[in-house]
Structure formats: C-alpha cells, structure tokens
C-alpha cells in the first residue's frame, strides 16, 4: 500500500510553454501533499505544501505565479510550470501524507530546452 | 532556520560496514529519518527513529541518535553494491509535516 505516481516521468518542452506534472495518491486518499524540486547531485528543496480544497502555502523564493498548484481531489495534486525557461529543468518530485508518513512519487524529469 | 548537514561521499568495500552521519540544528526535532535514493528514482524510506530514542535497529540497519549533540548516524552492516546509492537524512518537529532534508550522502560500494 501507499503507492504515489506521477505523470510524466520525463518532459521535454520548449522555452515559453507551460508543462503540468500530475501526483497521485493510488490507494489511499491524501489531505496533504508537498512538491520538491531537486537539482543535480543536491539535496531535495520543498517548494510547496499543498492542501486538498485550499490555496497551497508556498516556501520562500518560490513564485506562486510560475508554479501553479492544484489539489483538486483527495488523490490528485497538479503543479504545472507556467512560460517554462532552461533554469525550470530539474527533477521534481512529489510526496503524498497518509499515517502521519510523507510516501514518495518517483519524480518527473523536466528539460526545458 | 532548520538546517541538515551530511558529508557528501562515502565508499566502502563490499562486506564491511557503512556508517553515514547527519547533523541538524532544529532543537524542536521529533522525527528522524533516513531514505534512500537510487539513479533517476524517488525516495524511499529506509527507516525513521523518535527523538526520545537513543538507537533504532533494523536487520542490517542501525540508526543512533545523540540528541544532545544532535547527531544522527546510519549504519548499514554487510554493506552489498545494491546498497549503493543516495542516502538522505531528513527531520521535521511534526509528523506529517514539511521536511528538511540533508544535502545527500553518495555511498559507493565497491567489489
């Protein structure tokens, strides 16, 4: 049990367009979810918590207006990156609460050429 | 603010024991973890330990925790190259709550 996806695994776009990375809960339903991003050979930065029904709380240094979050359902967080640019390619993963445990997607690979 | 530091290369030969340490600052702690990371992957929880613990075992992992020094080590013993990969330290003062996560020990095991 406690099984997250997320969709795309890997994303190749254009500088100036917009990309949407899905994370979902399988089998359990997840009031809370975080986003991570996570550079080359460093550590994972929490980027935002995000909240079923509500507005996501968003870490400092991170514009809300470029990286949309959407927690729509019990099962489903979306965050898209708007007017994507080269330094938006990173790895981003996501996490998924149940149990009081923060259960891991495997991450979306996203190269903004 | 909360900080976690790791050293950021360990390797080890097949067989001996890996030991990986963790330092971090938050006094307000109550949860400990250690994940790990393989190539291209997420994260997977290897184990976590409470604050009011000294030790945590768990077949070949053992997890020690000095929180007066506020220290944390993991060692793995019979360490396999299947054990190589990534391992982060992370702590939060509240279950179910943001993480802070060290910057990653790349543990290599070599034949």
């Known amino acids: 049990g406690a099984v997250v996806s997320q969709h795309p695994s890997r994303v190749i776009c254009k500088s100036g367009t917009s990309v949407k990375i899905e994370c979902r809960s399988l089998?359990?339903?997840?009031?809370?979810m975080f986003w991570y991003r996570q550079f080359p050979k460093k550590s994972l930065m929490l980027m935002a918590t995000s909240n079923e029904g509500s507005k996501a709380t968003y870490e400092q240094g991170v514009e809300k207006d470029k990286f949309l979050i959407n927690h729509a359902s019990l099962t489903l967080s979306t965050l898209t990156v708007t007017s994507a640019h080269p330094e938006d390619s990173s790895f981003y993963i996501c996490?998924?609460?149940?149990?009081?445990?923060?259960?891991f997607g495997p991450g979306t690979r996203l190269t903004v050429l | 603010g909360e900080d976690v530091e790791q050293s950021l290369f360990l390797s080890v030969r097949e067989g001996d024991s890996s030991v990986i340490n963790c330092t971090y600052t938050?006094?307000?702690?109550?949860?400990l973890y250690w994940y790990k990371q393989e190539p291209g992957a997420g994260l997977q929880l290897l184990t976590y330990i409470f604050s009011n613990m000294d030790m945590k075992q768990d077949q070949r992992l053992t997890v020690l925790l000095n929180k007066k020094d506020k220290h944390l080590s993991l060692r793995i013993a019979d360490t396999q190259t299947g054990d190589s990969a990534i391992y982060f330290c992370?702590?939060?003062?509240?279950?179910?709550?943001?993480?802070?996560f060290g910057q990653g020990t790349e543990l290599s095991v070599k034949p």
């Open positions: 089998d359990f339903q997840a009031t809370t």
């Open positions: 992370a702590e939060t003062s509240n279950q179910g709550g943001k993480l802070i």
């Open positions: 996490s998924a609460v149940w149990g009081g445990e923060q259960f």
């Open positions: 938050d006094s307000s702690s109550t949860y």
